[in-house]
Every structure is written in structure tokens, then in C-alpha cells.
């Protein structure tokens, strides 16, 4: 099958930590030689498209902030969106507060004030933290979460990511959130066939997760490919109710699907 476009992960797929995944920069090449368009879309909140660029870049891969995708972006367009003149309560990393203060969307620490609660990945996440939170849901805020990713690779294993976070918020609270962005979310979805605009049946997903990554792709018509060099495993792949249309162990096999 010829590709246009390919949609690829980042954590797990391309890199662990900042340290390239072995195989992975020459399957990235490799699709470049064969005139693939790529877009990293990464479900990592916490750091705008143009850290991606040294970041990426040191780690073999040449790619402009242009060619990143990140839940921050979706996140930060869905309230710029939806609630652009609200109050915002953001448990968080630093980065993606400094994200939505770019973009001229407020925020406060005040659980009274708020008028949204959105919740993320945030390692200084605590006891307050979730009480703050259930105070603010208790008035009937929207809830917004940024991804569901519980997991995330990091250099030595996996931690705990923003679903996490977001699930202990939702437990306290009783109440699921109203939307969870990044992938495999439709605002997310809308995003990637915009910044890449090809067919979908001439792109190509390729990530690390099967309920985010191969489900996107899954959702949106494109041809999936899981990499067990990130999250999932043959284990995972046995109990999940998604199906990519190729499995690999990492991205350096990309010519067992491009031919």
C-alpha cells in the first residue's frame, strides 16, 4: 500500500525519555525517503510544539514545530474554543498553565471563582490538589481532562500519567468528565487531518498504545500500526477490543508495511 501521510507517536514509538528508540530514526528516515508527510501527535500535555524541535532533533530526528501535534494544542484550542472567557482551574503541569496563559486563557487557584476545572498530568499532584478539585466540581463546573493516558514511558519504566490523575479527580467527585482530549478524542481527530491534510486512506498511525494511537487511527479511517517498544505488549494486544492492521516492534520495521 502507497502512504501520503503517516501520524507518528512519540513516547514509546519514537523516543524514550530524550534517548531515540534503537531502530526508530532510520524507520523515521525511511519514511521521509519514500515521500511520507509525517506529524508527531503526542499525547504529553505539558510541553508546546517548538520544545519538540530540540528535543526530537537530538535525538535524530529532523522535524519543525509545524509537524507536532500535542494534547496541549488540542486542549488549548478546545477552551479557546468553548471557554474562552472563563475562569480555569488547572490542576497541571507548569508548562501547560504557561500554554493556555500564551493563548490568553485565564486562571485562577480559587475553587470558588473557577468556572472550569481542568485536569492533567502534574507531579506535584496531592491530598489539596483533590480536594481542591472536589470543591470546584462540587459547584457543577465543567471537567476537562487533556488526555486519558494512565500510563506514560518514561527513561526507567513507566509513571503515572494524566489519566491518573484525571481518574482519581472523577472517583472523589462522582462524576466522569464532561471531555478528555488528546487522542483518541475527536477534537484531536479534526486537528491531525487538518495539520495533515491527505487521505485517510493513504496515512498510516503508528504508536505505542492501543486504546489512544491505534484508536485514533482506527476512528478516523487510516491504517494502524502498534510498535511494542512503548506501553503495549502481545499481552496487552490479546485483551484489547482494538485491532491495529499491523503490529511491529518498532518503527525501524516500517518497510514491512510500506513494501
Known amino acids: 500500500?502507497?502512504?501520503?501521510?503517516?501520524?507518528?507517536?512519540?513516547?514509546?514509538?519514537?523516543?524514550?525519555?530524550?534517548?531515540?528508540?534503537?531502530?526508530?530514526?532510520?524507520?523515521?528516515?525511511?519514511?521521509?525517503?519514500?515521500?511520507?508527510?509525517t506529524l508527531f501527535v503526542s499525547n504529553n500535555p505539558t510541553k508546546a510544539p517548538p520544545a519538540y524541535v530540540d528535543r526530537l532533533g537530538a535525538a535524530g530526528y529532523d522535524v519543525d514545530a509545524d509537524r507536532v501535534l500535542t494534547?496541549?494544542?488540542?486542549?488549548?484550542?478546545?477552551?479557546?474554543?468553548?471557554?474562552?472567557?472563563?475562569?480555569?482551574?488547572?490542576?497541571?503541569?507548569?508548562g501547560l498553565i504557561e500554554q493556555f496563559a500564551a493563548?490568553?486563557?485565564?486562571?485562577?487557584?480559587?475553587?470558588?471563582?473557577?468556572?472550569?476545572?481542568?485536569?492533567?498530568?502534574d507531579r506535584g499532584f496531592d491530598y489539596a490538589d483533590l480536594c481542591t478539585a472536589l470543591c470546584t466540581l462540587d459547584r457543577g463546573v465543567p471537567f476537562i481532562g487533556t488526555d486519558p493516558d494512565v500510563v506514560i514511558p518514561a527513561p526507567e519504566r513507566d509513571v503515572p500519567g494524566s489519566g491518573a490523575v484525571i481518574n482519581a479527580?472523577?472517583?472523589?467527585?462522582e462524576r466522569d468528565p464532561d471531555v478528555v482530549l488528546g487522542k483518541p478524542s475527536d477534537p484531536a481527530i479534526e486537528m491531525v487531518?487538518?495539520?495533515?491534510?491527505?487521505?485517510?486512506?493513504?496515512?498510516?498511525?503508528?504508536?505505542?498504545?492501543?486504546?489512544?494511537?491505534?484508536?485514533?487511527?482506527?476512528?478516523?479511517?487510516?491504517?494502524?500500526?502498534?510498535v511494542l517498544s512503548g506501553v503495549a505488549d502481545e499481552a496487552a494486544l490479546e485483551r484489547s477490543?482494538?485491532?491495529?492492521?499491523?503490529?511491529?516492534?518498532?518503527?525501524?520495521?516500517?518497510?514491512?508495511?510500506?513494501g
Do not use: K, N, Q
Open 1 to 37: 500500500m502507497e502512504f501520503s501521510g503517516a501520524v507518528l507517536d512519540v513516547d514509546g514509538t519514537v523516543v524514550r525519555g530524550d534517548e531515540p528508540i534503537p531502530g526508530a530514526p532510520a524507520g523515521y528516515r525511511r519514511l521521509r525517503e519514500a515521500g511520507v508527510e
Open 241 to 258: 477490543p482494538v485491532t491495529p492492521d499491523h503490529v511491529l516492534e518498532h518503527l525501524g520495521e516500517i518497510d514491512r508495511i510500506l
Open 103 to 121: 493563548a490568553d486563557l485565564a486562571t485562577t487557584d480559587d475553587a470558588d471563582a473557577a468556572d472550569a476545572l481542568v485536569a492533567s498530568v
Open 193 to 226: 487531518r487538518e495539520w495533515l491534510p491527505v487521505p485517510p486512506e493513504e496515512c498510516l498511525v503508528v504508536g505505542d498504545r492501543l486504546d489512544t494511537d491505534v484508536a485514533l487511527g482506527e476512528r478516523a479511517g487510516m491504517t494502524t500500526a502498534l
Open 169 to 173: 479527580i472523577a472517583g472523589v467527585a
Open 71 to 94: 494534547a496541549g494544542t488540542v486542549t488549548t484550542r478546545y477552551l479557546r474554543e468553548h471557554h474562552a472567557d472563563d475562569e480555569l482551574l488547572c490542576i497541571g503541569a507548569p
